[in-house]
Structure formats: C-alpha cells, structure tokens
C-alpha cells in the first residue's frame, strides 16, 4: 500500500508544476512572440482588437522565425533603446546607492546602543507599511522645496531610504551573535573594520536576497517616474511606455517586453541560491 505522505507530496508536486506552468506560460509567449516578424505580429494584434469578447487562438510560435523585431528595437527605432537606457541608470544608481546606505543603516540600528534607537526603528517601521499614496505629497513637496523635482535625483534618492529592506537586514543583523563583534575588537579591528569583514560577509545570502528583490522594485518602477517626472518624458524608464508601444500596435513590441523581462531574470538566477537560502535562514530564525 502506498504511503500516504509520499501521495501527498506528489500530490502537492503536480499542483506546483501546474501553478508554476500557468505562471510562466505568458512569460514563453512573449519571447516565442518576440521571434516573429513585424507583419504576422501586427496582424496578431490586430486579430486582438477585433475580437474583444472572444479569446484569440492560440499561437505558440511564429509562422516563420525572424529577428526583425530585435533589428527595429536595437537599430532602427531608438525610442525603446532611450527608455531601456533610463532604467538601467534608475536601477543600477539605486542598487550602488543602497548598498552603501542600507547595510550601514541596518548594522547601526542592530549593533549599536544610541539615544533613540528604538523611536527611529519605530518610524522606519512605520514608513515600510505607508503606501506610496501616503507619502507622495510629502516627497514632491521636498523634493520642490530641494530643486530635484523633474530631475532623475527625484526618483533615485527617495529610493536610497527603502525602509522593508532597512528593516529586513537589520532583523537578520539583530540576531548575529555579538561575540564576533568583541571578539574581533579584541584582535584590534574597529566597528568600520567588522562591519566590512565580519558582519558584510556573514550576511551575504539576506544581502543576495535584498539585492534582487531591490532591484525587481526599482526596475519596475512606475508611479515614482509618473509622480515626480510629469514633464521630463525622456526622463522616463521603460515600464511607464508600455501602455503608450501597446496602444497603436508597431509590430515589435514583443521584442520590447522580452528586452525588458531578461535583465530581471538574469539577476534572479543570479542570486536564486541566496534568495533561497535567505529564507530558509529567515525562517530558522
């Protein structure tokens, strides 16, 4: 007779699959889809237009192969090229600009007895459950009153202070044992050396696991660009054009959209094991 937890892992095994299939199927499409040519994608969408009450017939793969939706974006038509670029800067300035904030922040809040300590942590707290709506007009107005506003500072600085990972890494710096720290005092090094070779490296996987999820968040950034760039349009990253490509169908946008999902799925692969092993840390914890 079967054992009946070995049933319910297979059970459970199937269901993920399926979940997992249903998830990553528009994810293949966009990139099958991104393979066929100008003409057949722009007959697809329109195909699409026509017939909004009914579901278009499945197309799992191009008529014929092609790469001319890459040549448009990546040669002839730099529009997509210029906002591409955008959020490369907007990513990349705010995964380099917190990781000299974020980590200094968290190691003095976990490991360090200050006047206030607690109220600060408190308020940070306070800022990660505030949605960007809350905090919107306080930020435009600082930013006015600062004379970033309509500049690309605007999105980048308030995104330096993210309070969630502020938090997360300071959770998992709390609970390291402060004997590394006294015992690494005792050998000479100072709280600046510790933090850089004892603390840093201890904390690598929680520190890949906020790495990747900073930088989902700042590349898929919307309603700060739309917020604080209202009337710097080529200052505006690739995420706030999609509903503008997608409005009058150019035949490439597929190309586009499987430009823009590679860098996020690089870097998930890159850091999947820290990620992974970030929670399970977290949860032993």
């Known amino acids: 007779m079967r054992n009946p937890k070995s049933l319910r892992i297979w059970l459970a ?12 199927l528009p994810m293949v499409q966009t990139f099958l889809y991104s393979f066929s040519s100008i003409p057949e994608m722009q007959g697809l969408m329109e195909q699409r237009g026509k017939r909004t009450e009914t579901w278009m017939d499945l197309h799992l793969s191009p008529h014929q192969i092609s790469l ?9 038509d730099d529009e997509i090229l210029h906002f591409f670029t955008n959020s490369v800067i907007y990513a990349a300035a705010i995964l380099l600009g917190q990781a000299f904030v974020i980590p200094a922040m968290a190691f003095g809040l976990s490991k360090f007895k200050f006047r206030g300590r607690e ?4 308020m940070i707290v306070m800022l990660m459950l505030l949605p960007f709506q809350v905090t919107m007009v306080p930020n435009v107005l600082t930013l006015r ?14 995104m330096l202070f993210a309070p969630f990972f502020i938090f ?11 004997e590394l720290l006294e015992a690494s005092s005792i050998d000479g090094a100072g709280p600046f ?8 490296p201890v904390c690598r996987p929680v520190l890949g696991a906020a790495a990747a999820l900073s930088f989902a968040e ?17 200052l505006m990253p690739l995420s706030t054009r999609f509903n ?37 840390l977290t949860e032993m914890k």
């Open 193 to 200: 050396r510790s933090f850089l070779w004892i603390v840093l």
């Open 145 to 158: 009153f600062m004379g970033l506003l309509e500049t690309v500072w605007a999105v980048i600085l308030p």
């Open 68 to 76: 001319g939706q890459y040549e448009q974006v990546l040669v002839k």
């Open 244 to 280: 503008q490509m997608m409005a009058g169908s150019q035949g490439y946008e597929f190309a586009g959209a499987a430009l823009y999902i590679l860098p996020a799925l690089l870097i998930y692969l890159f850091f999947q094991e820290d990620i992974l092993a970030g929670i399970q």
């Open 168 to 178: 997360l890494l300071r959770q998992y710096m709390i609970a390291l044992p402060d």
């Open 119 to 122: 109220t600060l942590f408190f």
């Open 218 to 234: 700042s590349w898929n950034l919307v309603e700060q660009p739309l917020t604080y760039l209202s009337k710097s349009e080529m």
């Open 13 to 24: 095994r199937i269901a993920l699959t399926l979940f997992a299939v249903i998830i990553l």
